[in-house]
């Protein structure tokens, strides 16, 4: 029942039959209903609205080892619905055996982030899908090789023209297929989710675990705060804003300025989201954390003085005239409770979202 509830498509049944006859694009449009705790401020491009045939073609894609040069890998591979689309590894394993340089990410509410990959690199996702294909460590392929691999396989051109109305398979609906398909993985239902929609109530323990993790400190009028909702507030537990938080003196990935070459950028990367971040290990870019608490060691004890090092963190103490955060252990507790609050069960089970070609 309930992932229904994450987002309900309404097939417009009434243009069934008339659409077909002029329209390129067989497919009715789907009435796609984002949950509404998550804003409307989200973009489906035009040239890509979400359809059920795009969606099913998406996901045959991203679980397709083929378009790995040496068909060792596919996109599920480093990202696991069972991790949360994470893979569980500090680096993940490309072809060939090659690593990658950071940590994969969980593929989770993509639909409210504007700038994906760790450094911001790719501006749609569907330029993310074209990258990650390319990608030396990652699959390895060249677009044109992916596309005639797909156009060879007798699967796939019906699918083509189910979902774009075309057999001829380009580069550009293969990133519009994937896109689609990494739109729908939207994780809605942890138990967080619940208190804000009203469905629950919240316990007393969890209300201060959400308000912990959510206040910045301000020691002069003895409240407290874990000031994590600095960058990861709002309802989607991140802000998608990027920062430096400290995590080395000297960075060695400098993660925005490679993007956008400033100095003030060096070593910022982007707060992601932390839903399902309890089957996420290990963490950060570069997955140097095995556990939350180690993360939760690094924001409370061991903050690098680097030069880039983000005011929001600089000016959060618990201590007037602090120069750490200065939890207690027991705070550091209720913080680590609201983290295990993210967990989505029915997004990491949803059988929408597994693997087509092995049958459940
Ligand atoms: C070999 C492992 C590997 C494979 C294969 C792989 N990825 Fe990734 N993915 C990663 C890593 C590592 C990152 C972080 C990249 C960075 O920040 O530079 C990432 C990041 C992403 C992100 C960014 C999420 C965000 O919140 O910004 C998306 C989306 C994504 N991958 C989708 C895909 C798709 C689609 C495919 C298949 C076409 C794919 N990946 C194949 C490892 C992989
Ligand atoms: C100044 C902004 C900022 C604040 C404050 C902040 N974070 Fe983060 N958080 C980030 C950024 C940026 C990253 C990614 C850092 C990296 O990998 O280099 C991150 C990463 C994480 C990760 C790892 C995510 C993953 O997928 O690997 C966790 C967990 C986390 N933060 C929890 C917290 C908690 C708990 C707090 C409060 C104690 C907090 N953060 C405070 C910005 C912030």
Excluded at 92 to 121: E, P
Aim: charged share 20%; net charge neutral.
């Amino acid at each position: 029942m309930h992932h229904h509830q994450l987002f309900t498509f309404i097939a417009l049944l009434a243009l069934v039959g008339c659409q077909s006859k002029k329209d390129a694009n067989p497919q009715p449009a789907f009435r796609f209903a984002p949950p509404a705790h998550f804003g409307t401020r989200f973009v489906i491009p035009a040239d890509n609205p979400i359809t059920e045939a795009g969606f099913e073609l998406g996901r045959m894609l991203f679980y397709d080892k083929q378009l790995s040069i040496d068909q060792s890998v596919s996109c599920a591979s480093c990202h696991q619905q069972s991790k949360a689309f994470a893979d569980g590894r500090p680096f993940s394993r490309g072809v060939a055996g090659a690593n990658t340089k950071r940590n994969s990410m969980s593929i989770v509410n993509l639909l409210w982030v504007t700038r994906f990959n760790w450094d911001g690199k790719a501006n749609t996702i569907e330029e993310q899908a074209l990258l990650a294909l390319q990608s030396p460590t990652e699959m390895g392929i060249s677009l044109s090789e992916a596309a005639q691999r797909l156009q060879n396989d007798s699967r796939y051109p019906a699918k083509f023209r189910a979902a774009f109305g075309t057999e001829t398979i380009t580069p550009d609906l293969i990133g519009k297929a994937l896109a689609q398909f990494e739109r729908m993985l939207i994780s809605s239902n942890s138990r967080f989710d619940k208190i804000i929609k009203g469905e629950v109530r919240a316990t007393a323990r969890e209300q201060a675990a959400i308000d912990l993790f959510m206040t910045h400190p301000v020691p002069q009028i003895n409240l407290r705060g874990g000031n994590c909702g600095d960058c990861h507030g709002s309802n989607l537990t991140t802000l998608n804003t990027f920062h430096n938080t400290g995590l080395d003196l000297i960075p060695k990935d400098l993660g925005l300025a490679l993007i956008t070459g400033r100095l003030s950028d060096q070593g910022r990367f982007r707060a992601p989201s932390l839903r399902n971040i309890t089957l996420t290990a290990p963490y950060m870019h570069d997955g140097r954390f095995n556990t939350l608490e180690e993360v939760l060691d690094h924001y409370n004890d061991h903050i690098q003085p680097t030069a880039n090092l983000d005011p929001l963190i600089i000016e959060a103490s618990n201590e007037v005239n602090g120069k750490t955060l200065g939890l207690t252990p027991q705070e550091k507790q209720e913080l680590l409770f609201f983290l295990n609050m993210l967990t989505d069960t029915d997004f990491i089970n949803d059988p929408r979202f597994s693997n087509p070609f092995e049958r459940r």
